[in-house]
């Protein structure tokens, strides 16, 4: 049973381009969450995600970054027009709604 | 909003020691979960133990344990017999489980075990 895959594990963009991130969930798993981690610090919630519905993205900034969990597919994860404070690593955990998340090995952002 | 605070930035142990992570949380709520991950340097977020704050019993996993005051608000965890695979950032976190499992998470301790 493959845990939650995230891909690319690196990317590197340059300012104003867009980042898009991927996250399949554990198998069976239907809620998706996606948190930032900045460098040194702790992880910070951004959104969370059920099949076609966002549930909650209080965390998420108001421009630039949206984010999906499609009938079909992985969740996608879009930071648009990047900068340097971007920068970090994006994680995505999934979950069937037991009070316990399984986490990726999280996507590393470097804008350049 | 809840807040949870891990006041130790750094900490190192001698292998096979046991070592004391803090932890202290703020919330108004009366039903929720506290979680303890571990961070290794791969970065992959790996659950080491939860708690239930319902729960008076205090939970075990193996060499880990933690020392839950709800009255306090504090969440400490123990590692005994440290092991240098024990070496990585630890974070506390809280979940008021109301459908959304959102987890806030702590800034984080980088425990050191040094051989």
């Known amino acids: 049973n493959a845990g939650v895959m995230q891909n690319p594990r690196h990317l590197v963009r340059r300012r104003g381009q867009e980042a898009r991130l991927r996250c399949s969930p554990m198998?069976?798993?239907?809620?998706v969450y996606w948190y930032r981690q900045l460098p040194e610090e702790g992880l910070k919630f951004m959104v969370y995600?059920?099949?076609?519905?966002?549930?909650?993205e209080s965390g998420m900034p108001k421009e630039r970054f949206s984010a999906e969990f499609p009938k079909e597919g992985p969740s996608i994860l879009r930071i648009q027009q990047v900068v340097r404070g971007d920068s970090a690593a994006y994680f995505c955990?999934?979950?069937?709604?037991?009070?316990?998340?399984?986490f990726g090995e999280g996507s590393r952002l470097t804008v350049l | 909003a809840q807040t949870v605070t891990q006041s130790q930035p750094e900490m190192s142990v001698q292998e096979a020691e046991t070592v004391t992570l803090s932890c202290t949380y703020d919330?108004?709520?009366?039903?929720?979960?506290l979680f303890w991950y571990k961070q290794p340097p791969s970065r992959q977020m790996i659950l080491v133990i939860r708690?239930?704050?319902?729960?008076?019993q205090n939970a075990t996993e193996n060499r880990f344990s933690v020392n839950f005051q709800k009255a306090a608000k504090s969440f400490s965890l123990k590692i005994s017999d440290s092991q240098l695979g024990d070496t990585a950032m630890y974070f506390c976190?809280?979940?008021?489980?109301?459908?959304?499992?959102?987890?806030?998470f702590g800034t984080g301790t980088r425990l050191t075990i040094i051989p």
């Open positions: 919330t108004s709520e009366n039903n929720y979960y």
């Open positions: 995600l059920q099949k076609e519905n966002i549930i909650d």
């Open positions: 198998k069976g798993h239907s809620h």
């Open positions: 708690q239930e704050a319902y729960k008076q």
């Open positions: 955990a999934s979950s069937t709604n037991t009070g316990e998340l399984f």
């Open positions: 976190a809280f979940m008021v489980y109301f459908g959304n499992e959102k987890l806030t």
